[in-house]
């Protein structure tokens, strides 16, 4: 047992040298990357190990608490606990971490010479550091100290290359939101810590059974609200689409990756652990904010053409996908069927774990065509999938993957998502059991969707011909960074054909939380098939389709034998409808590829285009044309601007108080005393 | 024999600074008694662990837990400020910003201020509490107009106006206070004005009286202190003053006056057992918290940004004080050593980019103060992470500790309102440093950018910070607890 | 001394109201008066009343320091401060006060209001007083109304004086709530704290008259916000 | 629930065969309700071996994802015909997948034929990958409601369970929820298969094709198994549809008797169907294109209405 620990303290002090390193050769480039991302890699490889057999060995489920280092200041310990949760949550950032320190060592050089790549491995490893002791954190305390250094070095990650004014106000937008959330979280643990009297997660246990109906629905909503803003929900999502693009890549995909997952980690164990059984209403709030965040998520990010915007976008989708696994537990919780529950609590962390991998190899993907093209501009890409064949493979096995296409890992969580979300209809003779079906339907709607976005995603920047030199003179990314996202691919592919082997690391979660374990009943003929929960609610088997489907692949092989043994194949120019041939700026456009979907929904997008045509001698003829495309971003425009602009006016009227004259000082002073005088004595 | 040479020392170095025509020796001579009033500090410290109460001149100086805490901030903010100013003046003397008989002005009043304030703290009678509370009014007072440029005089008028008025307002307070005593013993001739004797004596006062001079001394003091209506002089004063004076007035000053309300608090306390002087200060503690933080997030001026900034912290304080348990007095008193060690490094590098860019408007400023003054920049951005209250630093665990303790203590919705006030204050910081610190600068800065200049003063204090973060040595943990008993009342 | 051969403690509380009652006209006064100079004067009028309350108390009640204090008030309220402001008057040479910020009549009812507060607040304090009946409500409204004078002017002189005419007021409360007068100590802290603010304010508005070239406060507004 | 792969083999063959004759026969039965002779119900066979032996012209746009895209439609759409039950209750690849499996690989063959598409460059291409996902994004929820009202009668996704449990009760289809979903998949069918309202198959215009638009850069065998690869997925949804509402006829054990039953009753159920489609098909203009989500949100309702009615009226 011990010597987990001693993995585990491994791995953080592994991140803190590596952090220590990355300040020491602050001066020379080569030495700063090579240690603080070497180290990192090699402590995530031990975080990895740590929770791997934790999980399995169901060491972790024994969950006793140690102190990490001792504390010198009253009321606070430094302690750790990994309990299953935790540690399922630790494996995904050391995962995580190992693949983006890998591609870290190889995308840092893009750096050298003109920004310090020390303060960037610096920070990337206190981002580490300070998320996996988020996840194993056992009192409020350190909680909210770790929360708090991993919101402050993801801010300085995200305004790193600050000479940007787009970054700098991104960064700031992130930050305030963030700290607004951490609010919120302490107005809720210093609830709970109002209840029980101390700090110490123990003591929050199935707290919520003992406290006020009113308190624990303040409890839960400023937790909602707290974990969401972090999560990237939809009212409170406006930061993402505007930090991660401007962070470098391989921070971008840390974040949308597992900084995000901190937000889903919370709420887990707030609303499963600590809040005791949840009423009605709080299941069918988080499922429905879950539903509009996954729609609304999925319909922002078509409508974009920058390219890590749209997979920033994306993140709040799969979100919502996830928080729809979480709100059909808690649902299920209220009306006592735990085994339903736990079916869906494995959704939703099989998709948080699913999303964490296919998103950041995604973003190290956006991250690999900005480092060759510098720009994130799709408009500006195309013609890549020649000129960098292997991120274009990755990418691709990316974009099926997060389009829950079968054989890979977002197929699995969804189809375990649909199943919980069928079986949710017979629970409850309400009305409310409506609600399943119908966010099923809109589950598949989001997925569909997922997939056209990504086409467009995949065809426009990898496919057809380039559209500006820069995309013609891109060259293959440089080995650790393809490294970086092969172990991604790996594990996606890994995830998608062999989910039963995966679901055994479930259990001690799922007893800890729900207190079944479900591993042995989803997985039918010794492994190879998932099932639902349901004695025969449905069966699926990646890795039994693929296999079919090689097998299948005979028949077209065996119809080349007989028919086509002596065609030739020959390479010709596109049908061009006999005009002199066709250039890039015949392709289809981003903007055009999600042309369709723009005018289906123009109620929400409300698009406004202008064109402004400039004509030389006819009036026919136009010289040149200049196009220009908007879509309305509600909230931005209904609630997050005129707050900013009431908060600023409000302010600046206040200022008039001090508005310079000693008379009306003294003024001041003299209300005060008088009033003071009559009412105060 | 131990308070009055705390006294003493700052004296004779103004005295010798009087005299002395060199300016380096000046530097040195203010950086010499600072630090052995450090020293005597720390062995006040230990002398009043092991006794409880330290008293000479027959208890007309004396020394408890509440003001050995109080000298160590004072000493510590001072030794910073004389550790800069010296780096500071040589380049306003070179860029001719202030003639060099200001220079001496500024050597022979700072340790004046800081003598004056040493008495407020060590002196056992209101009266002489008040009378050294005036002394440090007018001596800062000189100090605020030592640019004699137009704004520095109006800022200096504004403070002495309402300063002086505050005062008068403090006196009647001890004057109902002393009519409170004479009225208990009407024989015996002069009653002693000692506090500690008036804290024995205090149940049995005319409640109405204390009450009433409680009220005076809120406004009093309070201006002084800068709470909400009455803090108007303050951003004025902190812009307008040079920075090691700043530095002084928004560390330790706000505080000195503060602890002055607090002896009058306690008497309060002990005499009238209602909360009547807690809601009150929490009232003016949370509007002031609350008034600060639109100035902030408006603001176009760096010092007076800072200025509010202090106004915020000591309104937290207050509120702290004000909800009146163990765990939140102590949070307090920790807040204001953790902000004595902030908020003066923010001083000195808003005085190095003064010095720099030669205005304060952040326009002028504007973007890529990081290009020019990168370790300028870096100490400031500690310092400001540390005063928007975030973690690796202290202030953030004051900060819980205050808002956990009136949680604990049933207080749910007024830590609720201090907990919005300080996340918006955060936002404000947030967004107007940003604003000047980092991106590009618009023209190119001409050479006068030393970068190395004063850093030494900023990085002693932000090490100090960081170290009192991590490791609360137990000796100053002892003093804290016990000063927060006495704030707390019992005796 | 002319008031050797009094009698009874009873004469002398009538004084002493008496005493108060004229500071508190003359306070009135300075509120309506235009003319800098006999402001001043009527300043040194009234600290001369309060020197007279302290002799009175002295007397009555043979505590030899508060004499001291009756002394060194004569000298210094009565004497140095007034010769000081007029040499600043004089060698800034502005007479007339411009329009205050309230005219008379309503800075008379103003006025009014104030005492009235005064002896609402004083009320519940009437038993502590040995001589001189509600001499606190007296003290508090010189307080009040200084206050009232401070911001009601913008001539810097106009500021100084009200601000002195609060801490008469002060001193007053100090005599007729304490039986002896507060500690010696104490006394002469307050004294020189006076001389020296004066003192200050002297230099600063000579420096102000330098800079500005008028002593008008209304021009001293540019720091905002 | 074992898997036998003589079964698979079988319905392999047996979807292979089927297939273009079902869209021979809707193209002929077309004309000749058009009164045109039309080209006679075996020219889709022709049509395959003859593009099967042809040579290829292949774009110099494309990347490898072009000629991958035609194996993966043409495969994805043989593994769901293998997952249908057609003509035994038990579909012989029932255990690997359900129907959440078929709409997965479904929406795996569409997502390459549309990059297959946008690929050579050519904008028809593009405009056809865009408007075949719009399209069926929007048709994705009326399908997913769809299945989930007959799923939940059967209490599971496992269509052999769903087929089982029509078979057992008397005549489902009265019942109003399967009526519905019914209507609603019918509509469906139609936009999946890219029939006349919503697509004109028949058409030469490229800026109106939507699914044609797609494959007008493939040639040769790439050619063949596309074509081949849309009429096993028209013949697939065609059963689907069939044997969930009129589940009458389908063989529980395996002997050739009523395998061989099956077999007919299975056809002539078909061929009503694409009958019915015929009949659609000529008496319908093809919609504007952004009249087709109002079509699509139709089938939707309904979807959700079949679903009110599993309960509503039980």
């Known amino acids: ?62 969950n006793q608490s140690f102190e990490l280092f001792p504390s010198l200041i009253p009321y ?134 003992s406290m006020s109906a009113g308190k624990r629905n303040a409890a839960f909503l400023l937790f909602l609200v707290g974990f969401g803003v972090k999560a990237g929900i939809v009212p409170l999502h406006t930061w993402l689409p505007a930090a991660h693009p401007v962070a470098p890549s391989n921070v971008s995909a840390l974040m949308s990756g597992v900084l995000i997952k901190t937000g889903i980690y919370g709420m887990t164990r707030v609303f499963f652990d600590f809040l005791g059984t949840p009423p009605n209403w709080w299941g069918v709030t988080v499922l429905t904010v879950g539903t509009i965040s996954a729609v609304l998520g999925v319909l922002y990010a078509l409508m974009q053409h920058d390219l890590k915007r749209l997979l920033a976008y994306h993140s709040i989708e799969n979100i919502g996908i996830i928080l729809m696994g979480l709100g059909a537990a808690l649902m299920f919780l209220h009306t006592g069927h735990t085994l339903l529950a736990s ?59 997060i389009s829950a296409l079968p054989p890979l890992n977002g197929f699995i969580s969804e189809w375990l998502t649909y199943q919980s979300l069928l079986q949710g209809f017979g629970t409850t003779p309400s009305l409310i059991r409506l609600m399943f079906p119908l966010s099923g339907a809109m589950l598949a709607l989001t997925s569909a969707l997922a997939a056209a976005c990504f086409v467009k995603a995949f065809g426009i920047t990898f496919l057809a011909q380039p559209r500006s030199e820069h995309a013609a003179h891109a060259h293959e990314v440089s080995f650790t960074m393809l490294l970086g996202q092969a172990i991604l691919t790996a594990a996606c592919v890994f995830l998608g054909l062999f989910p039963t082997v995966f679901l055994t690391l479930f259990d001690p979660v799922t007893h800890q939380l729900t207190g079944h374990q479900l591993s042995a009943q989803l997985s039918v003929a010794n492994g190879l098939v998932l099932s639902g929960v349901m004695s025969d609610g449905g069966t699926v088997s990646t890795l039994g389709i693929t296999l079919v489907a090689l097998c299948l692949l005979f028949v077209p092989f065996a119809l080349w034998l007989v028919f086509a043994q002596s065609t030739k194949i020959r390479r010709g120019p596109t049908w061009d409808c006999g005009l002199k041939g066709l250039t890039p700026l015949m392709e289809y456009t981003a903007t055009g590829f999600s042309k369709p979907i723009r005018m289906i929904f123009k109620a929400l997008f409300r698009p406004r285009r202008e064109v402004q045509r400039e004509y030389d001698f006819s009036p026919y003829f136009a010289k040149t044309i200049r196009f220009e495309a908007h879509v309305e971003e509600i909230f931005e425009t209904r609630i997050y601007r005129p707050l900013n602009r009431w908060v600023l006016r409000f302010s600046r009227r206040m200022r008039a108080l001090q508005a310079g004259s000693i008379q009306a000082y003294l003024i001041y002073i003299f209300i005060t005393l008088v009033l003071l005088l009559l009412f105060a004595l | 024999m131990l308070l009055t040479p705390i006294l003493l020392v700052p004296l004779m170095a103004s005295l010798a600074c009087l005299l002395t025509p060199s300016r380096r020796v000046m530097e040195v001579l203010n950086v010499l008694a600072f630090a052995v009033a450090l020293a005597l500090g720390l062995r006040l410290l230990n002398q009043v662990l092991a006794v409880g109460f330290v008293a000479e001149w027959e208890e007309f100086l004396s020394a408890d837990a509440l003001s050995a805490w109080m000298v160590l901030l004072i000493s510590a903010v001072s030794l910073a400020a004389s550790l800069y100013a010296g780096r500071y003046f040589r380049r306003d003397l070179a860029s001719g910003a202030v003639t060099p008989g200001r220079v001496k002005e500024f050597f022979v009043l700072t340790p004046l201020f800081a003598a004056g304030m040493f008495l407020v703290v060590l002196a056992n ?25 137009k704004t520095s005089l109006e ?37 002693s004005f000692n506090w500690s004797h008036l804290m024995t004596v205090a149940p049995q006062l005319d409640q109405r009286l204390i009450k009433l001079a409680f009220v005076f001394a809120l406004v009093g003091y309070g201006t002084k202190a800068g709470l909400a209506p009455m803090h108007t002089w ?72 800072l200025a509010y900034s202090s106004l915020e912290h000591v309104g937290l304080i207050c509120a702290g004080i004000g909800m009146n348990t163990p765990v939140t007095i102590f949070g307090a008193l920790l807040h204001m050593g953790y902000h004595a060690l902030t908020k003066p490094v923010l001083f000195f590098a808003a005085g190095n980019i003064h010095q720099t860019f030669h205005s304060l408007e952040l326009r002028i400023i504007g973007p890529g103060v990081v290009k020019v003054l990168p370790v300028t920049v870096l100490l400031m951005g500690l310092a400001a992470v540390a005063a928007m209250g975030l973690p690796p630093f202290g202030l953030f665990y004051s900060e819980l500790t205050v808002i956990s303790g009136g949680f604990a203590a049933g207080k749910t919705f007024v830590s609720v309102l201090v907990l919005v006030a300080l996340v918006a204050a955060f936002c404000g910081i947030l967004t107007q440093l940003t604003r000047i610190l980092l991106g590009i600068p618009k023209r190119e800065r001409t050479s006068d950018a030393t970068p190395w200049d004063g850093v030494g003063a900023m990085a002693l204090l932000l090490v100090g910070l960081l170290v009192f973060s991590v490791w609360l040595p137990a000796p100053v943990l002892q003093l804290i607890q016990q000063a927060a008993g006495i704030v707390g009342g019992k005796p | 001394m002319i008031m050797t051969s009094l009698p009874s403690t009873e004469a002398g509380t009538q004084l002493i109201t008496l005493l108060a009652a004229l500071m508190l006209v003359l306070q009135l006064l300075l509120v309506v008066q235009r003319m800098l100079l006999t402001s001043i004067r009527i300043f040194a009028l009234q600290s001369l009343m309060l020197a007279a309350i302290a002799t009175v108390v002295a007397y009555y009640h043979s505590a030899t320091h508060v004499y001291v204090i009756a002394v060194l008030t004569i000298i210094g309220k009565v004497l140095l401060l007034p010769r000081l402001l007029n040499r600043l008057v004089r060698r800034i040479n502005i007479i007339q006060e411009i329009e205050p910020l ?112 008028s002593m008008d406060t209304s021009k001293l507004s540019q720091l905002k916000g | 629930m074992k898997i036998d792969v003589l079964a698979i083999a079988l319905q392999t063959g047996l979807v292979l065969l089927l297939a273009p004759l079902v869209s021979g026969c809707i193209k002929n039965w077309k004309a000749k309700l058009q009164n045109r002779r039309g080209p006679r119900v075996w020219q889709p066979y022709f049509d395959i071996i003859k593009f099967l032996r042809k040579d290829m012209v292949i774009s110099e746009h494309v990347s490898w994802v072009f000629s991958a895209a035609p194996y993966v439609v043409f495969v994805t759409s043989l593994l769901v015909g293998v997952m249908v039950p057609i003509v035994t209750v038990q579909a012989p690849l029932g255990l690997f997948g359900g129907a959440l499996a078929i709409i997965g690989l479904l929406a795996l063959g569409r997502f390459f034929l549309a990059l297959g598409g946008l690929d050579p460059a050519s904008a028809f291409g593009g405009m056809g990958s865009s408007r075949e996902m719009t399209l069926s994004a929007i048709a994705e929820p009326a399908l997913m409601l769809a299945i989930f009202t007959v799923a939940i009668t059967a209490g599971s996704t496992d269509l052999s369970r769903i087929v089982a449990e029509a078979q057992g009760s008397n005549l489902k289809l009265l019942n109003p929820a399967h009526l519905m979903a019914f209507a609603a998949l019918f509509i469906v069918l139609l936009a999946e298969t890219g029939r ?98 109002d079509l699509l949100s139709a089938a939707f309702v309904l979807a959700t209405l079949g679903l009110l009615s599993t309960f509503l009226f039980q």
């Open chain 1, 1 to 62: 047992m011990d010597n987990l620990d001693t993995l585990l303290n491994l791995g953080l002090l592994g991140y803190v040298a590596a952090a220590a390193a990355g300040l020491l050769f602050f001066r020379s480039e080569k030495l700063a990357n090579l240690f603080s991302f070497g180290c990192a890699s090699v402590a995530a490889l031990c975080g990895i190990i740590f929770s791997v057999f934790s999980l399995a060995t169901g060491a972790a489920a024994a």
């Open chain 1, 76 to 209: 606070v310990r430094f302690s750790v606990r990994p309990d299953p949760l935790s540690v399922f949550f630790t494996l995904i950032v050391s995962l995580l971490g190992l693949a983006l320190s890998l591609y870290s060592l190889g995308y840092a050089r893009g750096f050298y010479g003109r920004k310090s790549v020390g303060v960037l491995g610096a920070f990337f490893n206190v981002l580490l550091l300070a998320t996996t002791l988020v996840f194993l954190a056992d009192n409020a305390f350190f909680f909210l100290i770790a929360w708090e250094i991993m919101a402050l070095s993801a801010y300085c990650l995200v305004s790193y290359e600050h000479e940007k004014e787009e970054t700098r106000r991104a960064g700031v937008l992130y930050f305030v939101m963030s700290h607004i959330g951490t609010g919120c979280i302490m107005l809720g643990f210093l609830l709970l810590f109002q209840a029980s009297g101390s700090y110490g997660f123990e003591t929050f246990q199935s707290l919520g059974d």
């Open chain 1, 343 to 401: 079916l869906a609590l494995i959704a939703g962390l099989y998709h948080t774990i699913n999303h964490a991998l296919f998103k950041a190899l995604l973003f190290l993907g956006a991250g690999a065509v900005l480092h060759s093209t510098h720009t994130r501009d799709m408009e500006e890409m195309g013609g890549l999938a020649k000129r960098m064949p292997k991120t274009a493979l990755f990418f691709l096995v990316g974009a099926v993957a």
């Open chain 2, 125 to 149: 009678n209101l009266g002489v509490m008040w009378f050294a509370l005036e002394a440090t009014a007018l001596s800062s007072v000189l100090l605020v107009a030592l640019y004699n440029r």
């Open chain 2, 155 to 191: 800022a200096a008028w504004k403070y002495v106006m309402l300063g002086s008025l505050g005062l008068a307002l403090a006196l009647f307070a001890t004057v109902c206070t002393y009519a409170a005593a004479v009225g208990l013993q009407p024989s015996e001739k002069l009653p």
């Open chain 2, 234 to 305: 303050l951003p004025d004063a902190h812009s307008e003053a040079p920075s090691p004076t700043s530095a002084m007035l928004s560390g330790v000053s706000l505080k000195i006056a503060l602890y002055a309300l607090l002896r009058f608090h306690i008497l309060t306390t002990q005499c009238v057992d209602s909360g009547f002087s807690r809601t009150l200060l929490l009232c003016f503690g949370l509007f002031s918290m609350f008034l600060a933080a639109p100035f902030i997030l408006v603001q176009t001026n760096l010092k007076r940004l």
């Open chain 3, 102 to 213: 309230l005219n008379a009549p309503t800075s008379m009812l103003i006025c009014g209001g104030l005492t009235l507060l005064g002896y609402i607040v004083a009320r519940p304090f009437t038993t502590l007083e040995k001589l001189g009946n509600n001499t606190l409500a007296i003290a508090i409204t010189l307080l009040l109304t200084g206050f009232f004078l401070m911001f009601n002017r913008r001539k810097a002189i106009t500021q100084v004086l009200g601000l002195l005419t609060v801490e008469n007021g002060v001193m007053l409360a100090a005599v007729a709530l304490t039986t002896y007068g507060m500690p010696l100590v104490v006394e002469l802290g307050i004294f020189f704290d006076v001389m020296v603010a004066v003192m200050v304010l002297g230099i600063l508005v000579y420096r102000i008259r330098e800079s500005f070239a």
């Open chain 4, 196 to 293: 006349v309202p919503v697509d004109n198959p028949a058409t030469h215009l490229e800026l109106t094709m939507i699914h044609e638009a797609m494959l007008l850069e493939y040639s040769g065998r790439y050619l063949a198994f596309m074509e081949w690869g849309a009429s096993i997925k028209q013949l697939v949804l065609m059963a689907l549809l069939v044997n969930i509402f009129l589940p009458a006829g389908l063989a529980g054990d395996g002997s050739a008797a009523s395998l061989g039953l099956a077999l007919g009753v299975f056809l002539l159920k078909i061929f009503v169907l694409s009958g019915a489609v015929v009949l659609v098909e000529t008496v319908n203009a093809k919609l504007r294109l952004f009249r087709v989500p």
